[in-house]
């Protein structure tokens, strides 16, 4: 394990255990509370992305609940594992359900985890918030209680093949993970790169949370020659397929989607492995000129959580769309008035990170920037 993994883990597990979700034991104490709930990767493969999500959706509800709350009433967020599987998520949900006092769903992670969960979601008519997922599904048609922050896959693999192409590249191919996640960024980056006369050649699919990919590199690296390798997975598959596809003599570039997560992916990478494109959704969080994440820093800080990283400033941003859904809320807040809620926000400006929401605008922020590792 690199020691960049080492430290996320142990910052996350760290704050899990003694406080930086200290807002819901806060919001016990003081009676009153707005109950959210949230099924998340907090262990598997894909933990880092759970963990490090939920640090900065709660140094933001921490942050609030230590300035008098919402409507006079703390935030609490009832966390619940799934280890990224979607038969999990799913009952998850249904807990989370019929809970009566859950508000909102929020900051599911991954595209198989929240498609598991939309069925409940429509039943139930609550609002589904801020998950870490870019997929189509959650914006067309568009369903009036999914609310988006971050870009979808689609423009992300707009940005990515508009890189593909200014680089030389003629033809990829793809790896992707055999689920709902991978099919929808497969279809992405065909539709992206068709327009631009990129070639699609051999793909090859893996199941989820593997680090098994022998047959793979096989497939993509011995058996079909291509300019590049695009990558639809999580980083632990990922660093593991770019790890075996470079000691078998693979040295093309590789790009992939936002989900695998830049830091965990680059530090599962480590110092020898580069040539590596990722797409990401939100500004630098090391970059305090932008006042959002000037904000976000101070409230990781006020959480006891100085590791500033692209997935918890997502969380962050989620956490602050969601609150200012609260905000616009009527009293007595209800399932019913936070979903109306948010469905005003319209057009939303975060210091200069954009977002519209709303009825048939579920489409969130478009802001894509690519980060690569050479």
């Known amino acids: 394990?690199?020691?960049?993994?080492?430290?996320?883990?142990?910052?996350?597990?760290?704050?899990?255990?003694?406080?930086?979700?200290?807002?819901?034991?806060?919001?016990?104490?003081?009676?009153?509370?707005?109950?959210?709930?949230?099924?998340?990767?907090?262990?598997?493969?894909?933990?880092?992305?759970?963990?490090?999500?939920?640090?900065?959706?709660?140094?933001?509800?921490?942050?609030?609940?230590?300035?008098?709350g919402l409507h006079g009433q703390k935030l609490n967020l009832e966390l619940l594992d799934d280890?990224?599987?979607?038969?999990?998520?799913?009952?998850?949900?249904?807990?989370?359900?019929?809970?009566?006092?859950v508000l909102a769903l929020f900051g599911y992670i991954g595209t198989p985890t929240s498609w598991a969960a939309l069925p409940a979601v429509k039943r139930s008519q609550i609002a589904f918030v801020g998950a870490y997922?870019?997929?189509?599904?959650?914006?067309?048609?568009?369903?009036?209680?999914?609310?988006?922050?971050?870009?979808?896959?689609?423009?992300?693999?707009?940005?990515?093949?508009a890189a593909m192409q200014a680089a030389g590249v003629k033809s990829i191919n793809v790896l992707y993970q055999a689920d709902v996640f991978g099919r929808?960024?497969?279809?992405?980056?065909?539709?992206a790169t068709s327009p631009l006369g990129i070639?699609?050649?051999?793909?090859?699919?893996i199941k989820r949370n593997s680090a098994e990919v022998a047959a793979e590199v096989r497939q993509l690296v011995k058996d079909s020659r291509s300019d590049a390798i695009f990558m639809v997975s999580s980083y632990a598959t990922c660093a593991a397929f770019i790890g075996a596809a470079r000691q078998a003599g693979y040295a093309g570039h590789f790009y992939t989607l936002s989900f695998a997560g830049r830091e965990p992916l680059w530090g599962a990478l480590g110092k020898q492995l580069g040539g590596v494109t990722i797409a990401q959704v939100v500004p630098d969080a090391q970059d305090a000129s932008i006042a959002l994440v000037a904000a976000y820093q101070k409230a990781m800080r006020e959480a006891g959580d100085k590791h500033f990283d692209s997935i918890s400033l997502e969380g962050y941003i989620a956490a602050t769309v969601l609150m200012e859904g609260l905000r616009r809320s009527k009293l007595p807040l209800t399932r019913a008035s936070l979903l109306a809620g948010m469905a005003s926000l319209g057009r939303l400006d975060l210091d200069g990170f954009v977002l519209n929401d709303g009825p048939g605008k579920c489409c969130g922020s478009q802001f894509v920037e690519l980060k690569v590792k050479p």
């Open 1 to 68: 394990m690199s020691k960049l993994l080492a430290l996320c883990l142990k910052i996350s597990l760290a704050l899990m255990a003694c406080g930086a979700w200290a807002f819901a034991g806060a919001a016990e104490r003081g009676g009153a509370e707005i109950r959210i709930g949230s099924s998340a990767a907090l262990s598997g493969p894909a933990a880092i992305l759970g963990r490090r999500f939920h640090a900065g959706a709660g140094a933001a509800f921490a942050h609030v609940n230590a300035h008098g």
């Open 83 to 101: 280890a990224y599987e979607q038969g999990r998520a799913e009952a998850n949900t249904q807990t989370l359900i019929d809970d009566a006092r």
């Open 133 to 161: 997922t870019g997929a189509e599904m959650l914006r067309e048609p568009a369903n009036p209680y999914v609310f988006n922050v971050r870009a979808s896959y689609v423009d992300e693999a707009n940005k990515l093949a």
């Open 184 to 191: 929808s960024g497969l279809e992405a980056i065909r539709a």
């Open 199 to 205: 070639q699609v050649k051999a793909v090859a699919s």
